[in-house]
């Protein structure tokens, strides 16, 4: 069966070079290495203006065990009191479920607790998980939801220091820092973003945002090389005519590579 080919299309390129945030592949670039975008974010979505941040990764990977499924974060990231928080863009609400949301917070604490540490000091480490979503998942008209566990019947609070928090990117007209934070999100032009210290990082993601496209076309079309001169030595090699040695230098294939070709038809 003959490969489709690939290739990237003008409107793609434009689509490209206006990602935003809210796109996979160029908001891990901006984030790698992001502390001070990332406390901003958690500053503004926490409402915690002294909020710091001490570390941070991408793509941190937390394993199943036992056959469980494991998880990935996309922004995983500590503040100095020790509360950790996942950060996580989607843009498709089935990416955002409650289930999603309650197996990453489950997967939070699990890492926390240490062997033989008593089950009291989960309250010293609280555990952050958000959505930063294209679309009102929850469907309540909000720019942010924030969830947390409480008793139905006296409406207190659980205490289990799990949160879980929604923000709705498409929430339009809000005049605040979260609005602004929004915007940035959901807009491709960086140069109109309010968070103007972001440009240069911003910048700087983009070029590998579309640097990771252009590898991926250029090994694509060498695949695509490759199968079609296979495809043209094994029609030379079922024909019988020619000598190996020539059958490889008019396919610039190694004469290993034609054996190896040979042998599959005669298998």
């Known amino acids: 069966m003959a490969r489709k080919k690939f290739e990237i299309t003008p409107e793609q390129i434009q689509d490209f070079r206006n990602a935003t945030l809210m796109d996979d592949v160029f908001m891990k670039a901006f984030f790698e ?3 001070p975008a990332t406390e901003t974010i958690l500053r503004i979505i926490m409402d915690k203006p002294d909020l710091v941040v001490i570390s941070m990764s991408t793509q941190e990977t937390l394993k199943g065990f036992d056959g469980s499924r494991g998880v990935v974060f996309d922004v995983y990231a500590v503040d100095s009191k020790d509360t950790q928080y996942d950060i996580e863009v989607q843009n498709k609400p089935d990416g955002a479920t409650p289930f999603r949301a309650d197996f990453n917070s489950a997967m939070m604490t ?3 607790l240490k062997k033989r540490e008593d089950f009291s000091t989960l309250s010293e480490r609280e555990r952050v998980v958000i959505f930063i979503t294209a679309t009102d998942v929850l469907k309540g008209g909000l720019p942010i939801y924030r969830i947390d566990r409480v008793i139905k019947e006296t409406g207190q609070d659980f205490g289990d220091k799990n949160h ?5 990117v498409s929430h339009e007209g809000l005049e605040s820092e979260l609005g602004k934070l929004i915007h940035d999100f959901r807009n491709g032009d960086e140069g109109s973003w309010y968070h103007s210290e972001w440009q240069a990082k911003a910048k700087e993601a983009r070029k590998k945002f579309m640097k990771s496209w252009e590898v991926r076309e250029e090994q694509v079309r060498t695949d695509e090389k490759a199968v079609t001169s296979e495809n043209i030595a094994l029609n030379f090699i079922k024909m019988g005519k020619l000598a ?9 294939l190694t004469l290993q590579q034609v054996k190896d070709l040979a042998a599959t038809v005669k298998a």
């Open 164 to 168: 879980i928090i929604y923000v709705n």
């Open 244 to 252: 190996f040695e020539e059958i490889a230098r008019g396919c610039n």
């Open 33 to 35: 290495d992001n502390i």
């Open 110 to 112: 699990v890492r926390t």
